[in-house]
């Protein structure tokens, strides 16, 4: 059997991969504790789970609109306007298995062979990988510390070509936690203008911000941001309902929201009916205490993880202003972040991911999404490996 040539294109996601190895390691008696998932260790709240067991018992559990309940497309609209001052229309969202699908469709609907990509590095895995498998061309805007792991305005307009199709923008980031402040987005919005490059912006961490900061979407920075941008999101990081498989994009581009939802009527078809009903309890609102809470104690362990590294002799860390991850630099100690990642694992049982997998060599990312005592041990058994590298 030969595989179709498309599937050469593809890496395996290296989060998911070392994600798994330390279950497995775990599960036959090692003593290993893994910082690699991008998972909040909270339970989903109540009042979610609640609505599903409702929509279970009333038999709501039938095929619905591919694109999503009209339920939950409204849910979405009132929580854009109301979160982000966005003005869309049901119409204008399509509800996905989560909002890796809606790059997915995104992708798939909208590059031709040679299109370029500019994704800002360090990345999330999956994009510049859809990229490649829609047909696409990655254009990497490298970012530094000094930066705060934030491209600049020089930057995007250096990295523009007549091959550009779209701009990657994640605010708050996966793997280092920036976020960019209005000002910073209004600065790219001025680059961007009169060009025909749409901006996907994927905002999955928005209500993960620490100090007082307040979040900005971009496609609220003006009229023509808001025309040229798709904004994706979802409820796996913020609502702790990574398994419930909820995404969404919302683009007032009807041309594109006609393609997608074709996409989408012959390969999954609407995503499951009893996430729908339970996501629109998350999305009016009815759990923001609950979200404030996990925001909270993620702010404090942010504060706790920082600190313990910030100690370290040969690591150096940004302090992030959102998500739950650290960004940690180890280029005193050595460029190789994945044998650095394999030989921790190995020596002292701690599993982070390379930073080689997010397109930014000599880190590594460190999720500080579980407790505080796990945390305190882990860093400490970081601290020793480094100790030993040396």
């Given at each position: ?111 031709n062979e040679g299109d370029e990509v500019i994704i800002p ?215 190789n972040s994945m044998k650095f990642c394999e030989d921790l ?26 407790s505080e005592d796990i945390i305190v041990d882990g860093i ?11």
């Amino acid at each position: 059997m030969k595989l179709a040539n498309r599937m050469d294109l593809l890496s395996e996601s290296i989060t998911i991969a070392i994600t798994t190895l330390s279950r497995e390691l775990k599960a036959s008696g090692k003593d290993v504790i893994s910082f690699s998932a991008g998972e909040p260790d909270f339970d989903t709240p109540q009042k979610i789970k609640d609505a599903a067991v409702a929509a279970l018992d009333a038999g709501d559990t039938k095929y619905t609109a591919v694109d999503g309940t009209p339920a939950v497309k409204k849910a979405i609209v009132n929580k854009l306007k109301r979160d982000n001052n966005l003005d869309y229309k049901p119409e204008d969202i399509i509800v996905s298995v989560g909002a890796k699908h809606s790059l997915f469709n995104i992708f798939q609907a909208m590059i031709n062979e040679g299109d370029e990509v500019i994704i800002p590095a360090p990345y999330w895995v999956t994009y510049p990988e859809q990229t490649k498998y829609s047909g696409g061309v990655p254009v990497e805007i490298l970012t530094t510390d000094e930066s705060g792991f934030k491209i600049t305005p020089q930057q995007l307009k250096a990295a523009i070509t007549p091959k550009s199709k779209i701009l990657i923008l994640t605010t708050p980031s996966n793997p280092t936690g920036s976020v960019y402040s209005k000002d910073e987005l209004i600065a790219l919005a001025e680059v961007l203008k009169d060009t025909d490059i749409t901006v996907v912006s994927d905002e999955m961490y928005e209500k993960l911000l620490y100090d007082g900061q307040k979040f900005t979407a971009a496609a609220s920075i003006s009229e023509d941001m808001f025309n040229r941008t798709i904004t994706v999101n979802g409820l796996s990081k913020s609502v702790a309902m990574t398994g419930w498989r909820f995404g969404y994009s919302a683009t007032p581009n009807k041309e594109l929201n006609k393609a997608m939802k074709k996409l989408q009527s012959q390969s999954t078809s609407n995503i499951c009916s009893i996430t729908q009903a339970a996501a629109i309890v998350a999305l009016e609102g009815e759990v923001d205490s609950d979200i404030e809470m996990m925001r909270v104690e993620f702010e404090k362990r942010r504060n706790l993880a920082y600190d313990m590294f910030s100690k370290i002799d040969g690591l150096s860390v940004v302090k992030p202003s959102g998500a739950f991850y650290l960004y940690v630099n180890i280029k005193d100690v050595t460029h190789n972040s994945m044998k650095f990642c394999e030989d921790l694992l190995a020596d002292v049982g701690v599993a982070v991911v390379p930073g080689v997998a997010f397109g930014l060599e000599g880190y590594f990312r460190f999720s500080f999404a579980t407790s505080e005592d796990i945390i305190v041990d882990g860093i400490n058994r970081i601290e020793k490996f480094v100790k030993s590298q040396k």
